[in-house]
């Protein structure tokens, strides 16, 4: 363990989303959504692999011995990432990552829901804090709506977000069963695939030919996206969870940044103010579910016979 490298590896693959986000932002909604998952998918493919066969984990990466779970999963993941595009390009790059922030949130209602986990009083708070949050940074676009064209794209843009974080803590549920069997190769592996074949159902409903500059955008965002993949994956090779995922909300201030300086958002007080309960929450559950760990590790040595 090297918690050090972990945390920065963690950063690594925090910066590199934002980045990639920015770039598929930065073609304006002149590629269809369906089409930008294709090249976000197709072209982190090289990089997957090439990250599989440094680790020698590339034979590793083709053995499942649950391939449906992994088409399931890949659907689910795959219409979340659609969404996610799709939002976008209606609303600034501050508010899609603070409306993000709501799908660890919904993971614990979700888990609670489908996998029988117990939701406490702590965790329940938790939950409402942070779903808080999430109702400021939607009131001011959902309250748009009557302004106007913009305003209504505001508002799709925002309800476009919410559902992709849906749909993405949907996906980690299916992650959380599906690691009792599945090494992280194989589910790295097999989103790659199914996400870029999932998004070819797209085709009928208008693919274009991109102008050189939005295709180097794209292709440039899928090679991010596999970088990104590798160093998040790697990052809890040498440090525990609890430790590096407090640093995804990091992001936030990276989005800030390039929504300022690139595109000339500023964000609202509203988002800054929904974000930051957003992120208290998640602080809260991630140092719940700590606890809740190192309990569990006591609990395992003191029934382990001393020899």
Do not use: C
Not at 12 to 41: C, D, H, N, W, Y
Not at 53 to 74: C, D, F, K, N, Y
Not at 120 to 148: K, N, Y
């Amino acid at each position: 363990m090297n918690p050090s490298f972990g945390i920065l590896l963690k950063l690594g693959a925090v910066i590199t989303f934002v980045v990639m986000q920015a770039l598929i932002k930065a073609t304006e909604g002149r590629v269809p959504p369906g089409e930008v998952v294709f090249f976000r998918s197709f072209f982190a493919f090289p990089v997957i692999l090439g990250w599989l066969a440094i680790r020698r984990e590339l034979r590793v990466g083709l053995q499942t011995a649950r391939p449906m779970s992994h088409v399931w999963r890949g659907v689910i993941g795959t219409s979340a990432m659609g969404l996610s595009f799709a939002g976008l390009m209606l609303l600034p790059l501050p508010e899609v990552t603070a409306l993000s922030y709501a799908a660890p949130i919904l993971t614990v209602v979700f888990a609670a829901m489908f996998l029988g986990e117990q939701v406490r009083a702590f965790r329940l708070f938790a939950v409402g804090l942070g779903m808080t949050g999430v109702l400021i940074v939607l009131a001011p676009q959902l309250t748009a709506v009557s302004e106007g064209h913009l305003g209504t794209r505001q508002a799709l843009g925002a309800v476009l977000v919410l559902m992709s974080a849906t749909l993405a803590a949907l996906a980690q549920i299916f992650l959380r069963k599906m690691v009792a069997t599945e090494r992280a190769a194989t589910v790295v592996f097999y989103f790659t695939v199914s996400s870029t074949l999932f998004s070819l159902f797209t085709i009928p409903f208008g693919w274009i030919v991109p102008a050189p500059r939005d295709a180097a955008l794209l292709v440039l965002a899928g090679v991010l996206g596999g970088m990104g993949q590798g160093f998040l994956t790697s990052a809890y090779r040498f440090a525990h969870a609890s430790v590096v995922a407090p640093f995804d909300y990091a992001s936030m201030l990276f989005a800030v940044a390039i929504g300022y300086f690139i595109f000339h958002e500023v964000p609202t007080g509203a988002t800054l103010t929904g974000a930051a309960l957003i992120v208290a929450a998640g602080f809260l559950i991630i140092w719940r579910e700590r606890r809740l760990g190192l309990e569990r590790d006591r609990a395992r040595k003191a029934m382990t016979p001393q020899g």
